[in-house]
C-alpha cells in the first residue's frame, strides 16, 4: 500500500467545471506538498500547506490533519489546467512520499 | 534571473558507462533533491542533501551516486551498475529540507 493515495487516477472535466482531487496519506506529517506537472515534464510547486486552508487565484487547497486528507480545488477550469497533479508529504523523518498523481485534462 | 538548471535535456548512454547529470541552482537554496520518474509513474526520490558536503539516500539509490561540493551544483552520476536507467530526471531545490522545491527542466536518459 503507498503512503500517498490520490484519487481519482484520471479526470476529464468540461470548461468551467468546479474539480476536486483528493489526497490522503498513512505517515506522519511535517507539510503537505501540490505540485503540477505539464505534458513536457516540467514541475512546479502549487501549495505547502500543514493545517487549515490556501488559496492562490482560482486554486485551492486544504488539508484535515485528524483525518489525513487533503484536498486541491480548481473553481472555473480552463483547458490550461490541463496536467498531472501531484501530492507529496514531508515525514517528520525527512522523507518525501509521492502519490502516483492525477491526471487532468479540461475539455473546451 | 534566479532559478535551478539541468543539461544535458537529453543524454544517451551506452551499455556500461557511467553518465553525469548536471544540476545547478543560484536560488541560495540550502537543500536539494534527485528524483527519477518512469513514464507513468510518480516520482521517487533517489538522493537529497541538506547542506554542503552532506546527502542521504532516498528510496532507490542503488546504481548511484552525488556529491555536494559547492551549495550551487548536486551532480548525479548514473553508474554501471543502475540495470535500468532509462527515466526522466529531475533536479529540485528547497530553501530547507521539506520546504517548496523549485524544480529544473529535467533530463531524459536513455540507454542505447
Known amino acids: 500500500k503507498n503512503e500517498v493515495e490520490q484519487s481519482p487516477q484520471n479526470l476529464t472535466a468540461q470548461e468551467g467545471e468546479f474539480i476536486t482531487i483528493n489526497c490522503s496519506y498513512s505517515?506522519?506529517?511535517?507539510?503537505l506538498h501540490w505540485l503540477q506537472q505539464h505534458p513536457g515534464g516540467g514541475i512546479v510547486s502549487l501549495f505547502m500547506?500543514?493545517?487549515g486552508k490556501k488559496k492562490h487565484g482560482r486554486l485551492i487547497a486544504t488539508i484535515n490533519i485528524q483525518e489525513k486528507h487533503s484536498s486541491l480545488h480548481i473553481t472555473a477550469s480552463h483547458p490550461r489546467d490541463s496536467a498531472v497533479y501531484i501530492c507529496?508529504?514531508?515525514?517528520?523523518?525527512?522523507?518525501?512520499?509521492f502519490g502516483t498523481g492525477t491526471s487532468l485534462t479540461v475539455i473546451p | 534571473d534566479g532559478g535551478i538548471t539541468q543539461s544535458p535535456k537529453y543524454l544517451f548512454r551506452k551499455e556500461g558507462q557511467n553518465v553525469t547529470l548536471s544540476c545547478e541552482q543560484n536560488?541560495?537554496?540550502?537543500?536539494m533533491y534527485w528524483y527519477r520518474q518512469d513514464p507513468g509513474q510518480g516520482l521517487r526520490l533517489i538522493y537529497y542533501?541538506?547542506?554542503?558536503?552532506?546527502?542521504q539516500k532516498g528510496d532507490i539509490a542503488e546504481g548511484y551516486s552525488v556529491s555536494r561540493e559547492k551549495k550551487e551544483s548536486f551532480p548525479l552520476t548514473v553508474t554501471s551498475a543502475q540495470k535500468n536507467p532509462t527515466a526522466f530526471y529531475l533536479c529540485?531545490?528547497?530553501?530547507?529540507?521539506?520546504?517548496?522545491?523549485?524544480f529544473g527542466p529535467g533530463t531524459r536518459l536513455l540507454v542505447l
Open positions: 529540485a531545490s528547497s530553501i530547507n529540507a521539506g520546504e517548496t522545491q523549485y
Open positions: 505517515v506522519g506529517i511535517s507539510a
Open positions: 500547506l500543514s493545517s
Open positions: 507529496a508529504v514531508w515525514s517528520p523523518g525527512n522523507q518525501f512520499y
Open positions: 536560488l541560495n537554496h540550502d537543500a
Open positions: 542533501s541538506q547542506i554542503v558536503n552532506d546527502f
